[in-house]
């Protein structure tokens, strides 16, 4: 067991997972641009949850209107979701982390089907790394990146340079598979990088940063705190300039995983204009969810409702339960109370209903 050597935590990314899954299955696909989504039929709504290499190739991203990737790759495999076979892979790769608990000391903390930060002391992570995707690979036959970090935010920001390219991007480095980013090299790797390349900023904050001026990575980490804990709010303010800084969490937390939320959504075939059938809908999809919340035996604390309304504008609204709860009535009145703070009029094509576990909620 390695003892000697520094403390580095090495986020674990699995490239393409659930498109690699599918060609796993489906080895005839091999080379040919794969999209799973919704139906896996692009003449009906849905998006995007994963697209291969070959189809990103073609500006195909998650999230996109499954019609609008058909459009710029009419070529490509659309495939339906199959999450129980996504569960499966993915605990045959954590399986092997865990593994490297007994032979290198490692604490492995899973945050979600493709993805684990593993930490460890040791006096070579490269190595490490290396011997993880080898692993991996010859385990399962799917592959994965690792980004090195002296904390969690530089190792989950160092696998997106450990990752090939789709296009190109100046400053992007080739992709080897491996990436370390630490305090010694984090200003001339992220210093004149948009803000937005930082984990835990997106759009609309980035947008923020730049009403304020500041537009860069080290630009935000030279910021004043308290000018921004006044602009921003008191807590978030500052985390933003950390963010900056590469300030974060160092230590692992080596509990089993377990899901933070659960939800379900619908796409509807043709736009709702009834409001009484939106909120029929949402009925529904809470009930569903209430039946997940009762067979993981955990209560939820906090009740989420999205809609998107035509063409495609997605908004998302949630409160907090009065208590924690497992009852399905009271999960699908909170969800119906969210609903109501909707403004309705415009055409919904798609409406979710999410919770999130109590002991999640208290984490923040």
Not at 182 to 189: E, F, K, L, M
Request: aromatic share 6%.
């Amino acid at each position: 067991m390695t003892l000697a050597g520094v403390y580095r935590v090495l986020h674990v990314d699995l490239d393409q997972f659930i498109a690699a899954v599918e060609m796993l299955r489906r080895p005839e696909l091999a080379g040919r641009p794969v999209v799973v989504g919704g139906h896996g039929d692009p003449t009906r709504r849905g998006v995007v949850a994963t697209a291969n290499y070959a189809a990103r190739e073609h500006g195909i991203r998650s999230g996109m209107p499954l019609r609008t990737a058909a459009r710029r790759c009419p070529d490509a495999v659309f495939l339906p979701a199959d999450n129980a076979a996504y569960e499966a892979a993915s605990e045959e790769v954590m399986a092997v982390l865990r593994g490297f608990g007994q032979t290198d000391g490692a604490v492995v903390e899973v945050l979600g089907w493709d993805e684990a930060f593993v930490g460890v002391t040791t006096d070579d992570a490269v190595d490490i790394a290396q011997r993880i995707r080898d692993e991996v690979h010859t385990r399962t036959q799917l592959t994965c990146c690792v980004g090195i970090g002296d904390n969690l935010l530089r190792a989950k920001i160092a696998t997106s340079f450990a990752k090939p390219p789709v296009r190109s991007e100046a400053g992007h480095p080739a992709g080897t598979g491996v990436f370390t980013l630490t305090a010694q090299n984090w200003g001339a790797v992220m210093g004149e990088r948009p803000t937005r390349a930082l984990w835990g900023i997106g759009a609309k904050t980035a947008a923020k940063l730049a009403e304020r001026g500041l537009h860069t990575v080290r630009e935000l980490g030279a910021a004043d705190p308290t000018s921004l804990a006044e602009d921003l709010g008191p807590a978030l303010g500052p985390w933003y300039v950390q963010l900056g800084q590469g300030v974060s969490r160092v230590k692992l937390r080596g509990e089993p995983w377990v899901a933070r939320s659960r939800g379900h959504e619908e796409t509807f075939a043709a736009d709702l204009t009834d409001w009484a059938e939106v909120r029929t809908a949402a009925g529904g999809l809470a009930r569903r969810v209430a039946a997940d919340v009762a067979a993981e035996g955990r209560p939820a604390a906090r009740v989420g409702v999205t809609v998107r309304f035509a063409p495609f504008t997605t908004r998302t609204r949630s409160a907090t339960l009065p208590d924690p709860t497992s009852d399905g009535a009271a999960i699908e009145a909170a969800a119906l109370a969210v609903l109501d703070r909707f403004t309705p009029g415009r055409p919904v094509r798609l409406v979710g209903v999410r919770v999130e576990f109590a002991e999640e909620a208290a984490r923040g």
